[in-house]
């Protein structure tokens, strides 16, 4: 999957899916397209905190709603990603431990 591709499809075509799956490439093409937009936004906003929150509230749940899928795709459940919780920590084990392995195709999560 091409930069484009992922964008369309986790902003516009599932912007709330959380069952299916997403392959590596969709997944990181995502979170690099947030990560652009948001140095974009920090920039041209002068790190205007109301213009960083709008964009932040606008790309959680697809972000959330890609990492579930990406989850679903290596076979494990969505809810992993309340590791997000625990500071730099539940962050880097869902980076190394889940969202860079190779995916399995499993339609379901156990």
Not at 71 to 85: F, V
Not at 95 to 100: C, D, G, K, S, V
Request: hydrophobic share 55%.
């Amino acid at each position: 999957m091409d930069f484009a591709t992922a964008v369309k499809t986790c902003l516009v075509q599932k912007y709330a899916t959380f069952e299916g799956t997403a392959s590596r490439s969709e997944f990181w093409w995502f979170f690099l397209a947030t990560w652009i937009f948001s140095l974009v936004v920090n920039y041209l906003a002068g790190n205007v905190h109301p213009a960083c929150a709008i964009l932040n509230l606008a790309v959680l749940i697809p972000s959330l709603a890609v990492g579930a899928r990406r989850l679903h795709d290596i076979g494990k459940s969505g809810w992993l990603q309340l590791l997000y919780l625990i500071p730099l920590l539940g962050a880097l084990i869902l980076i190394f431990a889940f969202f860079i392995r190779p995916g399995t195709s499993v339609q379901k999560a156990n």
